[in-house]
């Protein structure tokens, strides 16, 4: 710079003014303060001028130095026609307070409902999708079993995935993640919790999955086998706000492990998700070293206990993969012939069940398909009440035509018309969103938020509303910019045929979909009604139970104790969560069994009480009775039997793992699992010393003390763990969460659905009853009664709706039909449904157009004569 | 004439434009005018008199040259117009009328 040239004047001012002075007055304004600035200087010195600088640069804070020039070349965006057509949209719409209050509601209610649902299922989609690599991401999964026992297994064996990844070139890598339940109490200084969402993984999980480690090697994320990665929350649970990395957590009072990495916690649409992560070489050193068998990490092909993830390289053949793995296992263990395996892509894992057919893509589809239904409701509402009323507009339209409109312009007003409805009911829509959401959270489970810088919230919303925009609006301006002017002017114009019946199509639409949400409410809550009351094969009512921990040495004592409790009716224990039973088998032999024949059975350790604690029925034979003996003995379920095809089974030969022994009795089938899947074989043996699941039953009013007195000696024998348990009906009732959820889902949705239409209808009637005013005076004068009037007014719609139910049932009955497949135990679909489904639309309908029928019929002729 | 739309800063800007004529733009204005009246002016103020004088026809204007101090940009240069010319002419003869009825011992009075 220049040293004789004078300091310029302070910089920020001139931004200031650069931004708020218009843009033709800029350089006089600048050039005028700078050049006084540098005269003030000359004569008072800098400090003054700049003192002074601030009062030259406010005086220009004045409208007319900010007001802009007004362009000399037309904005396409805002010409004075379009500035018109929004003055002529907004006098219509307060003009016809009543007719756009209805159009509003219509049009609000759909778009924030079709909105939000478009939001879950948007959410819903992404799961498992944000990995970069997500595409080459597979889940490796099995068949195994033969006859009705096949099924596939989504977690394998542990070497498979070392030998996919050395011996098959497709593979690039692969990651084993597995469920921790040895290490559960972590401790540092005094804040001390239970965790039961941690997992053992390699340590692959960082380079192929995108979980992002804050602090930490992403190369060695566990430098040795007593590290842990914790995600932030879990982090933050521990330290506060201490820096984590390297601290030391004592776990189970045994061991300790130190924090080697922070992982970002893991997305709500991943499925995998965890708060803390061991080396899964741990569990293989815990598992394998002082075995008294030859098992080995390398040569045990018989626990099928990890997710197995493969990275494949882009374009490799999945069935070849497949082929190769299956080649590789059997040469570890030749007689597994019946296993397969099998690889889903990881973006299915959420919506698809392992087979690959569909799982809860189906209610996403169903659910997408109402927001749709949703939209096209209030579309139809605003469609019919804008072409309807479309005559009134007909003078207006004919003299822009005389004056000289072209269509294509006053195709453009009615639909900046539309728009502009439309951007007022999308601003209220918004609002409703923002306050609905936490409720919509809770009913449906989910975590949405509304944020409004995620761009694919604005493609679900974009799309949304430009789509429902673009189908109500070009319709109705068709119409409009279609009438003749001198006809229209004379008054000769008269609805065309067409126009009407595409009105009356529509409203068939709207009632067919309405009837068909009815009639699937029904039906959905038939069948949760149906599953939640089923016959259960066993008396779950006022049980709680829990696992016993070290509680299991001391079961008399705690039995007896327990038993003194007043308003304790009994205690038994088992090895298992008899609600829903996990482990299963195909370790089994009995007489009879075919060459490469698998059945897999649920084996339950129980104790002698057990099958008449729960009152489950046996069939043939006898019950356990406590001997030693009892440990070679078995207790099938009538599915076992049926699926051994075993012929008076009391007294077989039946072989568990290496338990030799015999049946002695046969269970009634009872349901361990939820209601879609159908009850499999399932083997009581007896094992005191694997009964670590206890069983109390209340006599229902006194829980609460029993809980307590159950506590005190829970905490005798654990004093560190939290005491942790749950009642059978509420574990049951959670089985159909997913089910429930839905179901409220779908009612909500459905009323909502019939809401609008209804909204439509009305509106649809007034406007009959208001153009049929001097009609239905002039019947009356002639004698009409009152109950013919409402007649001759209801019953063009009432024959609209009982078209809509005849459509409507056919596809209600299919629909329903395919959803109820998805349950193994399911109602029957009955005709009176549909009935009672049709006679609801039809009352509804009816309840709408009478209100109005009514007051028309009920008006003073005299009165609606003089009106002209 | 409706006299009502010639305020009086403006009316003293208007004249000030006439005595620094042909080089007359709003620093030079209010620097003149701080000189006269012993008063701070701003260029701000003085500006938006000019533009709302040169709206009503009294004035006209043109860019003239730049200069370092004022960072290379123009300025806008004022003229008088023949309406201005008149309306000066107006103001002035009518307060010289109303001066000269005024009676030499109340101006006496005053001082």
């Known amino acids: 710079m220049n040293p004789n040239q004078p300091p310029p004047p302070p910089n920020w001012p001139d931004k200031l003014l650069n931004w708020l002075v218009a843009p033709h007055l800029r350089e006089e304004v600048l050039g005028d303060i700078h050049e006084r600035f540098a005269l003030r200087m000359q004569r008072l010195g800098e400090r003054r001028a700049r003192q002074t600088y601030w009062r030259e640069v406010l005086a220009y804070l004045r409208p007319q130095f900010i007001k802009r020039r007004p362009s000399e070349y037309a904005k396409p965006l805002f010409t004075d026609m379009i500035r018109n057509y929004i003055k002529t949209a907004w006098r219509n719409l307060t003009k016809n307070q009543f007719y756009s209050l209805i159009n509003m509601t219509g049009l609000t209610v759909g778009l924030a409902v079709g909105l939000l649902i478009l939001l879950w299922v948007q959410s819903e989609l992404s799961f498992d999708r944000f990995h970069r690599q997500a595409d080459s991401i597979y889940r490796l999964e099995n068949w195994a079993g033969t006859g009705s026992s096949r099924q596939i297994w989504t977690v394998t064996v542990a070497p498979i995935a070392d030998y996919a990844k050395k011996q098959v070139p497709e593979v690039n890598d692969a990651v084993r993640i597995s469920y921790n339940g040895s290490y559960t109490l972590f401790r540092y200084k005094d804040k001390l919790f239970k965790e039961d969402n941690t997992f053992f993984t390699d340590p692959s999980l960082f380079p192929v999955f995108d979980f992002q480690l804050i602090q930490g090697n992403p190369a060695a994320p566990f430098p040795d086998n007593s590290s842990v990665v914790l995600t932030e929350t879990t982090a933050k649970r521990y330290f506060g706000d201490e820096n984590p990395l390297g601290k030391t957590l004592s776990v189970d009072d045994k061991t300790s492990f130190k924090v080697s990495g922070v992982v970002r916690d893991f997305p709500k649409n991943s499925s995998i998700r965890a708060d803390i992560l061991l080396p899964i070489s741990l569990m293989f050193k815990d598992r394998y070293t002082n075995r008294d068998d030859d098992k080995t990490l390398a040569?045990?092909?018989?626990?099928?206990?990890?997710?197995?993830?493969?990275?494949?390289?882009?374009?490799?053949?999945?069935?070849?993969?497949?082929?190769?793995?299956?080649?590789?296992?059997?040469?570890?263990?030749?007689?597994?012939?019946?296993?397969?395996?099998?690889?889903?892509?990881?973006?299915?894992?959420?919506?698809?069940?392992?087979?690959?057919?569909?799982?809860?893509?189906?209610?996403?589809?169903m659910f997408g398909i109402i927001a749709l239904l949703i939209l096209t409701i209030a579309c139809i509402n605003y469609v019919n009440l804008s072409t309807a009323r479309a005559m009134l507009r007909s003078k207006e339209v004919s003299m822009r035509k005389i004056?000289?409109?072209?269509?294509?312009?006053?195709?453009?007003?009615?639909?900046?018309?539309?728009?502009?409805?439309?951007?007022?009911?999308?601003?209220?829509?918004?609002?409703?969103?923002?306050?609905?959401?936490?409720?919509?959270?809770?009913?449906?489970?989910?975590?949405?938020?509304?944020?409004?810088?995620?761009?694919?919230?604005?493609?679900?919303?974009?799309?949304?509303?430009?789509?429902?925009?673009?189908?109500?609006?070009?319709?109705?301006a068709l119409l409009l910019s279609s009438f003749e002017p001198l006809k229209?002017?004379?008054?000769?114009?008269?609805?065309?045929?067409?126009?009407?019946?595409?009105?009356?199509?529509?409203?068939?639409?709207?009632?067919?979909?309405?009837?068909?949400?009815?009639?699937?409410?029904?039906?959905?809550?038939?069948?949760?009604?149906?599953?939640?009351?089923?016959e259960l094969g066993y008396d779950k009512t006022h049980v709680f139970a829990f696992f016993m921990r070290d509680m299991g040495k001391h079961y008399e004592a705690v039995k007896a104790?327990?038993?003194?409790?007043?308003?304790?009716?009994?205690?038994?224990?088992?090895?298992?969560?008899?609600?829903?039973?996990?482990?299963?088998?195909?370790?089994?032999?009995?007489?009879?069994?075919?060459?490469?024949?698998t059945m897999f059975v649920y084996p339950v350790a129980i104790d002698k009480d057990f099958v008449p604690f729960?009152?489950?029925?046996?069939?043939?034979?006898?019950?356990?009775?406590?001997?030693?003996?009892?440990?070679?003995?078995?207790?099938?379920?009538?599915?076992?039997?049926?699926?051994?095809?075993?012929?008076?089974?009391?007294?077989?030969?039946?072989k568990l793992w290496d338990r030799d022994g015999t049946i002695v009795g046969v269970v009634k089938d009872f349901h361990f699992a939820s209601m879609r899947q159908k009850i499999e074989p399932a083997v009581f043996y007896y094992a005191p010393d694997r009964l670590n699941a206890i069983y109390v039953k209340t006599t229902g009013n006194e829980a609460e003390p029993v809980l307590a007195a159950t506590e005190r000696s829970w905490k005798q024998y654990n004093a560190n763990y939290p005491f942790e348990y749950f009642f059978l009906d509420k574990l049951f009732d959670n089985l159909y969460r997913v089910e429930q959820r839905t179901g409220t889902l779908f009612n909500l949705f459905a009323s909502i659905a019939i809401l609008i239409s209804c909204l439509g209808l009305f509106g649809l009637a007034t406007f009959t009853a208001q153009v049929r005013t001097r009609e239905i005076g002039v019947r009356?004068?002639?004698?009409?009664?009152?109950?013919?009037?409402?007649?001759?007014?209801?019953?063009?719609?009432?024959?609209?709706?009982?078209?809509?139910?005849?459509?409507?049932?056919?596809?209600?009955?299919?629909?329903?039909?395919?959803?109820?497949?998805?349950?193994?135990?399911?109602?029957?679909?009955?005709?009176?449904v549909f009935g009672l489904a049709g006679l609801l639309a039809v009352g509804i309908a009816l309840l709408t157009v009478s209100f109005q029928s009514i007051k028309a019929a009920l008006m003073n002729p005299v009165k609606s004569l003089r009106t002209e | 004439m409706r006299r009502s739309d010639l305020g009086e800063f403006e009316e003293v800007v208007l004249l000030a434009v006439a005595v620094l004529s042909p080089k007359a733009y709003s620093v030079v204005i209010?620097?003149?005018?701080?000189?006269?009246?012993?008063?701070?002016?701003?260029?701000?103020?003085?500006?938006?008199?000019?533009?709302?004088?040169?709206?009503?026809?009294?004035?006209?204007?043109?860019?003239?040259?730049?200069?370092?101090?004022?960072?290379?940009?123009?300025?806008?240069?004022?003229?008088?117009?023949?309406?201005?010319?008149?309306?000066l002419n107006d103001v002035r003869s009518v307060r010289n009328r109303l001066w000269e009825r005024i009676v030499p011992q109340t101006i006496l009075k005053w001082s």
């Open chain 1, 299 to 365: 040569n045990d092909f018989s626990q099928f206990n990890y997710n197995t993830y493969l990275l494949l390289q882009p374009g490799a053949s999945i069935s070849s993969v497949a082929e190769k793995l299956r080649a590789i296992h059997l040469s570890h263990k030749p007689d597994d012939t019946d296993l397969s395996y099998l690889l889903q892509p990881l973006p299915d894992m959420h919506l698809y069940r392992a087979d690959g057919t569909n799982g809860g893509i189906e209610t996403v589809r």
């Open chain 1, 403 to 476: 004056v000289g409109a072209a269509r294509s312009q006053l195709f453009m007003q009615f639909l900046v018309e539309t728009a502009l409805l439309f951007s007022l009911a999308t601003l209220l829509a918004l609002g409703l969103i923002y306050l609905l959401l936490p409720v919509y959270n809770q009913i449906s489970g989910k975590e949405l938020v509304l944020n409004l810088l995620d761009s694919q919230l604005w493609q679900v919303m974009g799309l949304t509303i430009l789509g429902t925009l673009a189908a109500s609006s070009i319709y109705p």
């Open chain 1, 488 to 534: 229209a002017l004379r008054g000769k114009i008269s609805a065309r045929l067409s126009d009407v019946a595409f009105r009356k199509v529509l409203v068939v639409t709207q009632f067919a979909v309405s009837v068909i949400l009815i009639a699937g409410t029904f039906i959905i809550g038939k069948q949760l009604q149906y599953i939640r009351s089923k």
């Open chain 1, 561 to 597: 104790d327990l038993l003194n409790q007043p308003g304790v009716a009994g205690v038994t224990r088992a090895s298992a969560n008899i609600v829903q039973l996990g482990e299963q088998t195909g370790d089994t032999q009995w007489d009879g069994k075919e060459q490469g024949e």
């Open chain 1, 614 to 654: 729960f009152r489950m029925k046996l069939q043939q034979g006898a019950n356990f009775t406590g001997a030693v003996a009892d440990s070679t003995r078995f207790i099938l379920n009538e599915a076992a039997v049926k699926a051994a095809r075993i012929q008076n089974p009391v007294g077989k030969r039946f």
């Open chain 1, 780 to 832: 009356k004068i002639l004698g009409a009664s009152i109950a013919e009037i409402i007649q001759l007014l209801a019953k063009d719609f009432i024959r609209l709706v009982i078209i809509a139910i005849v459509i409507a049932v056919p596809i209600a009955w299919y629909t329903m039909h395919q959803w109820l497949q998805n349950f193994a135990y399911k109602i029957d679909i009955e005709w009176w």
């Open chain 2, 30 to 87: 209010a620097e003149e005018l701080e000189r006269e009246t012993g008063q701070t002016v701003s260029t701000g103020a003085v500006h938006a008199a000019l533009q709302r004088l040169e709206q009503k026809g009294y004035l006209r204007s043109e860019l003239g040259e730049a200069t370092p101090e004022r960072g290379g940009r123009r300025k806008r240069l004022f003229t008088v117009t023949a309406l201005g010319g008149r309306v």
